[in-house]
Each structure stands twice: as C-alpha cells, then as structure tokens.
C-alpha cells in the first residue's frame, strides 16, 4: 500500500442505475489539461461551470457542471475535478470512457479515500467511518458514523496517546537515575496517572462496543422442537410474513435469516428447522444447519410449547448447546394455554404478538445496549480488539510498576502502540489493503 500509484484516477462516485444526477470524480495531478479537453475551459478553484462535455471529435456527450479542487484543499487532498451530467448509465459510462481516453485509470475500490488517508486529509478511523456512514442502517448508526467521521473517537484516541507519551517519558526519564526512580514516580503521582488513563480506556470501549453493535447487531438463533412457534413469532418480530407458518410439524427445512431493528440496532433473527430425531434426509440437512447457525450465535431463544413446558427434549437440546452461549426459554402459545411462570422465563403469544415488548427489551440487554447514544461513535471488530489489547498491557503496567520500571515502560509502549493503530499511525500495509478494498468504487 505504501507503493499505491499517484496517477490520475477516475470513477463514478453516484449509485449505479437511473438518476436525475450523475457524479463522475477525478483525482490526480496537473488537471487543468483534463479540464481543457473535457469542456473546452480552465476552471476557476471552487467555481461551478456550467459545460458542455465533449469527446475526442469535439462533439457534446452531455452537458452540466464542473466543479475543480485544487490542491490540498480537496477530498483526497490531490486535484480533484468533479463532472456532474444526467445521471443515465449510458452517457455517464461515455463520459468515464472519455477521462480514461484522456490518460486517467479506473479508480479500485475505496482509492480516493485511501488517497484522503495518505495525504493526511483523514486518519484511519475517520476513514472507515466513511463507509459505515454509507452502510449506516438506521439514522442511529449514521449519527454515530459522523462522531467517528468528524474526529471525535480519534480525538479521543490520540488524548489517551499523548497521555501514554507523556508517561511514557516520565517512565523513561527515571530509567537512568534508579536510586531515586520510585520516589521521583510517586511524587510525579505517576501510578495515578496511569490509573486514570485506565479508567479513560474503559469508558472509551464502552461507546466503541455500543458503536459495535449498531454497526454489526447480534445473532438471535430461534431452537425448539417442530411446531413450537418459532417461524412465528420470526414473522411477528419481522413484522411480515418472512417464514412459511404450518400446523404440519418439521414445515421449516432450512434456516430463515431476517434482520429486524430494535432502537437502532440490528438484530439478526435466524429462524431455524425443529430439532427432533428424523429419518428424513432434507429435514435432517436443515437440523446439521441449525446446529451449524447455534454454532455462530450470540443468544439462543428456546421456544416451548406453553402447554407442556420444558421437558426431556427440551433438557436434551440444551445440554447439546455451546455451555457460552446465552440461552433463555421462551414459552409460546400463551393465548391457549395459561402456564405456571417460571422466574426467567419469557411468556408470549407469537400469533397476537403477546410478550413481544418484553422480549425486544432482552434481546437489546443481551446485546449489551445502553439508551444513551450521545457519545455513542461507529466502531469495528479491529478497534475493540486494539482497546482491548491496550487494556491487557495497561494492567501488566500497573502489575509491573513497583517491581521492575523495565516492564513498565515496555508495557505502556505497547499500550501507546495498539491505541495507535486504530488512528492508522502504526498500521501494516495488508491492514490498510483489507480496508480499502470494502469501499465502493467512486470512493
């Protein structure tokens, strides 16, 4: 990534299909050349020029506006030229042909940001949050995207680092007079600072896990014997009739998958085949998916028929299940048949939607989300697994400190490292590779 080209790339940055407007973007060197040929002009810095766009004979592909950004004040903080014409596939494809005629190349995916990042225009974490604003699925998610995007998870992030350096020196300072080290750090107060910075990191993966979860959700696996209710009560969560519902029991062959959203959190509702002892071949292949989807989970709702309970069945799918996967019992049917409540159970009516608000409030408290989302920024697996690793190494700091300085300063040195990393200050080039590459083209 460190060798990524600085030549002149092209792409169309709008959706694909039909469209009142269509947003070709340019981002390189030396673009008045391309400005000239393109529209017959010399573009003024932040101007919009209304234009006609031609081709190599001079004849008009479409006309519409040219916007140029000089640089570094532009996006990918290189030239950048973008050309906004009718937003059709047909013209808006001869017009791409034509800035590839004109020596540009198709930009790969996430390019122009990638270029942003290089150039200083974003760090690493400002940079993905790109794309998860574009992937927000709720306008919870999106908020929190613009946290991330705007800085302030980096802010954030690079306040605990030059708090680590500030320590780090004070640490390091000591390594040379070790008659008075001890007494020099306490008097510094230098074990309270790193306790605090501790306390900052904690509070720091508590918004980033939040964040977590309203980029990626949980996976809630629906288990129970056939014809407990459990494509039931997937349509009632759904609110639509996703799964096929039958009194006919083993109707269900295979796993269902839909994706509701409770207060802005994406939950991943699979619905899978009644486990039971069978001989038919396709029912049993839909059972080896359910063991294989209960395998991927992060909760376990099983469903039971509220006439009869928890029984030996019951009792023999759950000493199968993964003894780390939380489960909770969910008696269904309620509206025919009254149980006697168990504390910690749920009771519901799949069918009239009965019981619904309580489980909705579960399957959030499991997932770990917390109602207040004003600190709340767009995180990804790799950020928590940094935080986590700095926590690691921030205890092995405060374990370390009245024994040996040595392991001290190296542990707040590797701290300072994983936190970094999710700013792309310390990052490898695979890492940056793998990023990148999940953007859409155009940007």
């Excluded at 099983?302 to 009792?315: R, S």
């Excluded at 749920?346 to 409030?361: C, E, H, T």
């Excluded at 004003?374 to 024994?403: G, W, Y």
Aim: glycine content about 8%; hydrophobic content about 45%.
């Amino acid at each position: 990534m460190q060798n990524v080209k600085r030549d002149t790339i092209a792409a169309i940055a709008t959706a694909p299909g039909r469209g009142g407007i269509g947003i070709i973007r340019i981002s390189g060197g030396h673009l008045s050349d391309y400005a000239h040929q393109l529209a017959g002009i010399t573009p003024a810095p932040r101007h919009a020029h209304f234009v006609k766009f031609l081709d190599a004979s001079a004849d008009i592909i479409d006309e519409g506006v040219m916007l140029y950004f000089p640089a570094p004040h532009s996006f990918t903080g290189e030239e950048v030229i973008e050309l906004q014409g009718h937003g059709g596939p047909v013209v808006l494809n001869m017009l791409l042909a034509r800035c590839l005629q004109l020596g540009a190349r198709m930009a790969e995916p996430g390019e122009f940001t990638l270029r942003a990042y290089l150039n200083d225009k974003l760090d690493l974490a400002q940079a993905e949050s790109v794309a998860d604003l574009i992937d927000a699925s709720s306008e919870q998610a999106a908020k929190s995207a613009v946290r991330s995007l705007t800085g302030e998870f980096s802010q954030q992030i690079n306040n605990l680092v030059a708090e680590l350096i500030d320590l780090r020196m004070l640490v390091e300072a000591t390594l040379d007079f070790p008659e008075e080290e001890l007494a020099f750090l306490q008097s510094a107060k230098a074990f309270e600072r790193l306790a605090k910075i501790q306390q900052q990191v904690n509070k720091v993966e508590q918004s980033a896990q939040q964040g977590s979860l309203l980029r990626d959700g949980i996976k809630v696996v629906l288990i129970g014997q056939p014809n407990v209710g459990k494509s039931s009560l997937l349509n009632q969560l759904a609110g639509d009739d996703i799964a096929i519902v039958s009194a006919t029991a083993g109707t269900t062959r295979d796993t269902v998958r839909e994706t509701i959203k409770i207060e802005g959190v994406p939950i991943h509702i699979i619905d899978t085949a009644g486990l039971r002892d069978t001989d038919d071949e396709v029912e049993s292949i839909g059972i080896a998916r359910t063991w294989s989807a209960i395998a991927q989970a992060n909760l376990a709702l099983l469903l039971v028929d509220a006439k009869h309970g928890v029984t030996d069945i019951e009792k023999d799918i759950i000493a199968k299940l993964p003894t780390a996967l939380p489960l909770y019992t969910v008696h269904n049917k309620i509206d025919l048949e009254q149980p006697e409540k168990i504390t910690g159970d749920f009771y519901i009516s799949a069918k009239q939607g009965l019981g619904m608000a309580d489980l909705k409030k579960l399957l959030l408290l499991v997932a770990g989300w917390q109602t207040e989302t004003d600190s709340v920024f767009m995180a990804r697996a790799r950020h928590l697994d940094a935080i986590r690793l700095s926590k690691l190494h921030l205890n092995a700091a405060m374990d370390a400190q009245p024994n040996s300085l040595e392991l001290l300063a190296e542990d707040l040195r590797l701290a300072q490292h994983a936190l970094s990393s999710i700013t792309g200050e310390f990052s490898a080039d695979d890492l940056l590779g793998e990023i990148f590459s999940r953007f859409c083209i155009g940007k």
